[in-house]
């Protein structure tokens, strides 16, 4: 039954409430589906409050509680920096049954490379070695918009710094065994010239995951994939399979 499945809607970077998955919010509601949508640290109004690590447990969290309510299957859905928190929870413990990734976004090795960051990443790397915590004007960087933010060090060092926790590559490469993961890339994204080998290509195959590219932009991919994730989320019903 559709009711048996629940699904953790993890917005994306500055979000606030309609979120962008909002329209595949309503559309899971309107198939029975169990949903949470928690408000992560990196909204507008949280600004990076906690740690990467520490937004994993509150997404985690929401896992326990669609268990609780009755969903035998729980879906991690995210856009954005969500699916890279998503994948970033996968990477960690194997609380979920699939992972839906849309229109992957918050690149810490790419701003970095960029030099967007190199700024923000020494004054953030000199309060935490100086045991400084209180909150810095700190860049954040958002589909091409950028702006400062006021973060405690060690919370930006967690979603900024180029090899840490919140990295995709070396998160999809940490997944110990196969899980369906569906990844919507949109062709007007920015994200959809890294290709399905940035990320994708290295988590560990599962014969239900897929790599979609669709014509969307990176704020539309939620609503204009809608079909698709359903169908999807549908594919992995047990009376579905062939």
């Not at 995210?78 to 890279?84: E, I, K, R, V, Y």
């Not at 929870?89 to 194997?94: E, G, P, Q």
């Not at 810490?108 to 700024?119: D, I, Y």
């Not at 959809?192 to 990176?218: N, Q, V």
Request: hydrophobic share 45%; glycine share 8%; aromatic share 6%.
């Amino acid at each position: 039954m559709a009711g048996e499945c629940g699904v953790v809607l993890v917005h994306g970077k500055w979000g606030k409430p309609p979120y962008e998955h909002a329209p595949l919010a309503a559309r899971l509601l309107a198939e029975g589906r169990r949903i949470r949508e928690p408000s992560m640290p990196w909204s507008l109004a949280r600004r990076y409050d906690l740690p990467f690590e520490q937004a994993l447990e509150e997404i985690d969290g929401s896992v326990r509680e669609l268990r609780q309510a009755g969903c035998e299957r729980v879906i991690v859905c995210g856009h954005s920096l969500g699916a890279g928190a998503a994948l970033g929870l996968a990477a960690r413990r194997r609380s979920m049954d699939a992972l839906a990734l849309l229109a992957p976004g918050h690149f810490p090795e790419r701003l970095a490379a960029q030099a967007l960051t190199s700024t923000s990443l020494s004054l953030a790397r000199g309060a935490v070695a100086a045991a400084d915590e209180r909150r810095l004007a700190l860049l954040d960087c958002n589909q091409g918009l950028c702006r400062r933010l006021r973060v405690r060090p060690t919370s930006y060092l967690s979603y900024f710094e180029p090899q840490g926790p919140a990295q995709w590559p070396a998160n999809a490469r940490a997944i110990a065994a196969p899980l369906p993961i569906l990844m919507l890339v949109g062709r007007r994204d920015p994200a959809y010239s890294l290709g399905i080998d940035y990320a994708f290509a290295h988590t560990p195959h599962h014969p239900r995951s897929e790599y979609i590219e669709i014509d969307a932009d990176h704020a539309d991919t939620p609503a204009l994939g809608a079909d698709i994730v359903l169908a999807w989320i549908a594919s992995l019903e047990p009376d579905t399979r062939p």
